[in-house]
């Protein structure tokens, strides 16, 4: 039997993809079970082992290279799963998949994926969590199982492979801050991480600062206390799957709504979700351990579950489920420019009582 498992977004929603990949993986342990994805986001699979291939992609390509792929992968799988309702992954599904699996938005243009799929859900980006969903996708595939997005074991287990967290004197009591999402409306601003690292470094926790950040610019380092030796600057520096292996031994993790949060608290680590414009409710990263089917969040407000605080800005239109303020991913998010640090700092703090 050959499964295709198809998740053409961002990292984030291909880490979520794991859930399924695992709960196939066990349910067909001697099935080919292959992952496409587009290129530049397979780090998000943090290279599974439970994957026999995973394909690749480009998010924009020509019809010629297009019709190229299609014709390679043409009718090749049993099982083609499509966990988005896009035209474009329901394509492929159609094309590479004898049966097919999906989801659809209701409405007139989405008629044609009625026909093409086998069996299918009708997508709810608003009241269900993206997890529960992609499960409700193949439920008839897999019967009940367990929803758990899939951290491999060797990320942790052995030592890092980053010679400067070896020698560092905190390495045994610190907290990683992922500072930076992949779009500007998840931003938290950098004076408030700068308050954030100041608070650990007034209690003596060590501080690995991970993200994507323009190094050239002195004057934010400054302010993110990285000549301070307490402080192990990584910016620009890790790999994913790096960056795991650093979270696993940590006192706690800190991050906005983006991929790596997400498999923070896949790792079962003391996890800060900042949230802003995004639904806890379909996105807040799940809990390690959480046995329930119903999503362990609600729409609103700050809250925990498991081994995940969630702190969500304020406002009263928190959350807008819109991409910042003014509706596109490069713009700034009120109600996150607008959080202190003071909540974010107790949830962490608690984790080194």
């Known amino acids: 039997m050959k499964i295709l498992v198809i998740c053409t977004r961002r990292v984030g929603d291909v880490f979520l993809s794991t859930s399924v990949i695992h709960a196939l993986r066990v349910r067909y342990p001697n099935a080919q079970l292959d992952a496409l994805v587009f290129q530049g986001t397979e780090s998000g699979l943090l290279s599974?082992?439970?994957?026999?291939h995973v394909i690749s992609i480009g998010?924009?390509?020509?019809?010629?290279?297009?019709?190229?792929?299609?014709y390679q992968h043409f009718q090749r799988y049993d099982v083609a799963i499509s966990l988005l309702p896009g035209d474009r992954p329901t394509l492929y599904a159609w094309l590479m998949g004898k049966k097919r699996y999906g989801t659809i938005i209701s409405r007139k243009q989405s008629a044609w994926?009625?026909?093409?799929?086998?069996?299918?859900v009708e997508f709810d980006g608003f009241g269900r969590h993206t997890l529960v969903m992609y499960?409700?996708?193949?439920?008839?595939?897999?019967?009940k199982h367990k929803i758990a997005p899939q951290i491999p074991e060797r990320l942790s287990e052995g030592s890092s492979y980053v010679s400067e967290f070896n020698s560092w004197r905190f390495k045994d009591r610190y907290v990683v801050m992922h500072l930076t999402p992949k779009f500007?409306?998840?931003?938290?601003?950098?004076?408030?991480w700068?308050?954030?690292?100041?608070?650990?470094?007034?209690?003596?926790?060590?501080?690995i600062l991970s993200g994507l950040l323009n190094e050239t610019e002195s004057d934010v380092l400054k302010q993110l206390h990285a000549n301070d030796t307490r402080v192990l600057n990584l910016l620009n520096?890790?790999?994913?799957?790096?960056?795991?292996?650093?979270?696993?031994?940590?006192?706690?993790?800190?991050?906005?709504?983006?991929?790596?949060t997400h498999m923070a608290a896949a790792t079962g680590n003391p996890?800060?979700?900042i949230f802003g414009p995004s639904s806890p409710l379909v996105w807040g990263p799940w809990p390690a351990g959480h046995t329930s089917d119903d999503a362990p969040w609600a729409q609103l407000g700050s809250q925990s579950s498991g081994n995940v605080t969630l702190i969500q800005g304020s406002g009263s239109c928190v959350p807008c489920l819109q991409e910042g303020c003014d509706r596109h991913v490069n713009s700034e998010s009120d109600c996150l420019t607008q959080l202190g640090s003071e909540q974010v700092s107790q949830a962490i703090l608690r984790n080194f009582q």
């Open 59 to 70: 998010e924009r390509i020509g019809a010629r290279e297009h019709f190229r792929f299609i």
């Open 271 to 273: 996890t800060v979700a």
């Open 184 to 192: 500007r409306y998840k931003e938290w601003p950098i004076t408030r």
């Open 135 to 143: 499960h409700d996708i193949v439920a008839n595939l897999l019967g």
């Open 113 to 120: 994926k009625r026909w093409v799929l086998h069996d299918l």
């Open 237 to 260: 520096r890790l790999k994913i799957d790096e960056l795991v292996r650093l979270i696993y031994p940590a006192g706690c993790y800190v991050g906005t709504d983006t991929a790596v």
């Open 48 to 52: 599974n082992p439970e994957l026999d």
């Open 194 to 207: 700068r308050e954030l690292i100041q608070k650990c470094l007034d209690h003596d926790i060590g501080v």
